[in-house]
C-alpha cells in the first residue's frame, strides 16, 4: 500500500503530461496547415524545425517580405510563448513602442541597458504605448500622423512594435491557434502595410 500510492501519483502525472503534449502537438499541427496555407497565398514557404515544434512561415505582401514565428521569451519566474510577426520597410527611422500595461517592466538593473539599446523615453500623449528611439522629438511627426494612429490603435493588444534597421517587428504573447488562422493573419498583415507607409513618407519628406 506504502507503494501503491506514489506509483498512481506519478501515473496520473504521466496521464496528465501525456496529454499536454498531444493537445499542444495537435495544435501546432493546425498551425502549420494554416501556415501552409497562408504560404500559397503570401508566394512563400512554410516549416519547422522538427515535428514537435512551432512552425514558422515566410512570404512577400506589396512587394514587402514578411516573417512570422515563435519566440519563448523569460517574464520573470516564467517562460512566455509569444507570436511575432515581421515586415520590411525602407524608413530608417528607429523607435520602439512598449504597451503601457501589459509589457513586462525591466528590473531597475536592466533599466539603463535597455536605455542604451533602443534610447531614452520620448514624451508623447495619447498612445497606449510607452516611445522609445535614439531619434528623439523626430520621430513625433510619424506619432501624430493619423493613418499611423489608427492603425497603431488596431495594435494595442501587441506587448511592442519595433521599428529598427529595416523591420518592423510586433510580437504579443500567443493567445492560442484562432491567431494563426489566415484571415487574422492577412489582417494583421494589412494593418502592419497602413503603419509602415506614414512612416516612410516622413522618412522621404525628412530627406528632401
Known amino acids: 500500500m506504502i507503494n501503491f500510492i506514489p506509483l498512481t501519483f506519478f501515473g496520473l502525472i504521466a496521464i496528465v503530461g501525456i496529454s499536454f503534449f498531444l493537445h499542444g502537438f495537435a495544435n501546432r499541427q493546425k498551425i502549420f496547415a494554416f501556415f501552409r496555407e497562408l504560404a500559397g497565398t503570401l508566394d512563400g514557404e512554410a516549416g519547422r524545425d522538427n515535428v514537435a515544434s512551432y512552425p514558422w512561415l515566410k512570404g512577400h505582401i506589396d512587394g514587402r517580405d514578411v516573417r512570422i514565428f515563435f519566440h519563448t521569451s523569460e ?4 517562460s512566455v510563448l509569444n507570436l511575432v510577426t515581421q515586415m520590411k520597410t525602407t524608413t530608417p527611422l528607429r523607435f520602439v513602442l512598449l504597451q503601457k500595461d501589459g509589457f513586462r517592466k525591466p528590473k531597475p538593473d536592466q533599466l539603463q541597458k535597455l536605455e542604451d539599446e533602443v534610447g531614452p523615453i520620448v514624451p508623447f500623449e495619447g498612445l497606449p504605448f510607452d516611445v522609445r528611439s535614439p531619434e528623439g522629438a523626430g520621430i513625433q511627426p510619424v ?3 493619423p493613418d499611423f494612429r489608427q492603425a497603431l490603435k488596431e495594435l494595442e493588444g501587441y506587448n511592442q512594435v519595433l ?15 484562432p491567431e494563426t488562422e489566415p484571415k487574422r493573419v492577412l489582417a494583421l498583415l494589412d494593418t502592419l502595410s497602413r503603419l509602415i507607409r506614414p512612416a516612410e513618407a516622413e522618412a522621404t519628406v525628412g530627406a528632401r
Open 75 to 78: 517574464n520573470h519566474t516564467v
Open 143 to 145: 506619432l501624430s500622423d
Open 163 to 177: 521599428f529598427w534597421d529595416g523591420q518592423v517587428i510586433v510580437s504579443r504573447q500567443f493567445a492560442g491557434v
